[in-house]
């Protein structure tokens, strides 16, 4: 059995799709730790510290893409 895989245009803004996604994936951090007791100081620190860390490897690994594209 063999799969195709649909060729799927890749994004004019990849760092922007990442930034949003990672935003609200944030969000939900704060939002669950509230729902379930956690403390609310500690889930704002966990998902800014989850946020910039994810922008920021989005930001280098895409920085990266057109050496790795060239050295091809």
Do not use: C
């Amino acid at each position: 059995m063999k799969w195709e895989v649909p060729s799927v245009p890749s994004s004019p803004h990849p760092v922007r799709d990442s930034v949003i996604i990672y935003g609200v994936l944030a969000l939900v951090i704060v939002v669950v730790s509230g729902l379930t007791g956690g403390g609310w100081t500690r889930a704002v620190v966990v998902a800014a510290a989850f946020f910039f860390g994810a922008t920021a490897w989005s930001w280098w690994r895409s920085n990266r893409r057109p050496d790795q594209e060239r050295d091809r």
